[in-house]
């Protein structure tokens, strides 16, 4: 994990603004937003892949959604809509390999994505 990215935001070893942290979870905006509000929600333990969940990591993962929807009402999108997704593996779309859901809103999507 030592040269994870997102291990690095959670150790502060880049400079990120965090936008919720508690002892589990760190939460980010986007740096390359799709939509106008993007944050990312991670688990501060490292799983590459959601495959690596176990079920010992049910809490956690139930944490990162319920966290994804508080967010998203203080983020002011809960009302008219948001998007949550976790991409997993190449065909999946997960470019960086630290678990990550993502929150996106402000804006309409299209289904099924691309
Ligand atoms: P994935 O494609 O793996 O589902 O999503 C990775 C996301 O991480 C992308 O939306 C990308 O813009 C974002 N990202 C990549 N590097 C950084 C970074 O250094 N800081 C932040 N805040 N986001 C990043
Ligand atoms: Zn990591």
């Known amino acids: 994990m ?5 291990c690095k ?3 502060k070893e880049i400079e990120t603004e965090i936008i919720f942290e508690n002892k ?6 986007d740096i390359n937003p ?3 509000v993007h944050i990312l929600l ?7 892949t959601l495959n690596d969940l176990t079920s010992g990591d049910i809490k956690l993962a139930g944490s990162l959604i319920y966290t994804a929807a508080k967010l998203a009402k ?3 999108i809960a009302d008219q809509g948001y998007r949550t997704g976790f991409n997993c593996n190449k065909w999946g779309g ?9 929150l996106l809103g402000g804006r309409k999507f299209g289904w099924p994505p691309g």
């Open 9 to 11: 935001i959670v150790k």
């Open 42 to 48: 991670i688990p501060k333990i490292h799983f590459s």
């Open 94 to 102: 997960q470019t960086v390999y630290h678990i990550h859901l993502h």
């Open 74 to 76: 203080t983020e002011g």
């Open 34 to 36: 799709q939509a106008p």
């Open 24 to 29: 589990n979870i760190v939460a980010f905006r």
């Open 2 to 6: 030592g040269d994870c990215l997102f």
